[in-house]
C-alpha cells in the first residue's frame, strides 16, 4: 500500500513540473556550455537499457529483485502448470500411437477372419467333403436316405 502511495506522489510531483514546464520557453543553445568548473561538457554516451537488462538477467541480479523475490510462489505455479501441459501433451502422443496401433492389428485381424471364414465355406462344400471322405477310403451312398419306423415297445428290454 505505501509503495502506491509512493509512485501516486511521484506521478502529481511529475506533472505538477509538467504543467509548470508547458509554459516556460527554453533558452537558446548556446555554443560551448560549461560546468560549474569552467570546463567544457562533453557528449556522454546513451546507455542502452535494453542491454543493461540482458546483462542484469544473465548475471543474476534480475532474481534477486524485490518483484521477482516477491512472485516466486507464482512463478512456480506456473512452472508446474508448463511441466502438468508437458506431460499431458506426451501422454496424449502416447495414447494415439496405441490408439493407431490398434487399428492396424485389428484392420489385419478382420482380413484374417474374412479369409479364414472364406477357406471354411470352401471347404464345407458337399463336393469337397465327398472329396476328402475319398481319401479316407468312404464312399457317397448312391441310395438316399429313408426313414425307419419304430413302436416304442421294440426298445423295451426282454426278460429271461
Request: proline share 4%.
Amino acid at each position: 500500500m505505501r509503495e502506491n502511495l509512493k509512485y501516486e506522489n511521484k506521478i502529481k510531483n511529475s506533472q505538477e513540473q509538467a504543467s509548470a514546464e508547458d509554459f516556460h520557453v527554453p533558452e537558446p543553445p548556446k555554443e560551448v556550455k560549461e560546468n560549474n568548473a569552467g570546463e567544457p561538457l562533453r557528449a556522454i554516451k546513451k546507455s542502452h537499457k535494453g542491454r543493461k537488462a540482458v546483462q542484469e538477467f544473465l548475471g543474476g541480479d534480475y532474481l534477486s529483485k524485490e518483484t521477482v523475490a516477491g512472485n516466486i510462489g507464482y512463478i512456480l505455479f506456473l512452472g508446474f502448470l508448463t511441466m502438468i501441459f508437458i506431460s499431458n501433451t506426451y501422454y496424449t502422443e502416447k495414447i494415439f500411437k496405441t490408439i493407431d496401433r490398434t487399428k492396424s492389428e485389428l484392420k489385419e485381424l478382420r482380413y484374417q477372419y474374412i479369409t479364414t471364414k472364406s477357406i471354411l465355406m470352401f471347404q464345407g462344400r458337399q463336393s469337397e467333403i465327398s472329396k476328402r471322405a475319398i481319401g479316407l477310403g468312404l464312399k457317397e451312398s448312391k441310395i438316399p436316405p429313408y426313414k425307419i419306423q419304430y413302436s416304442g415297445e421294440s426298445l423295451k428290454p426282454t426278460g429271461k
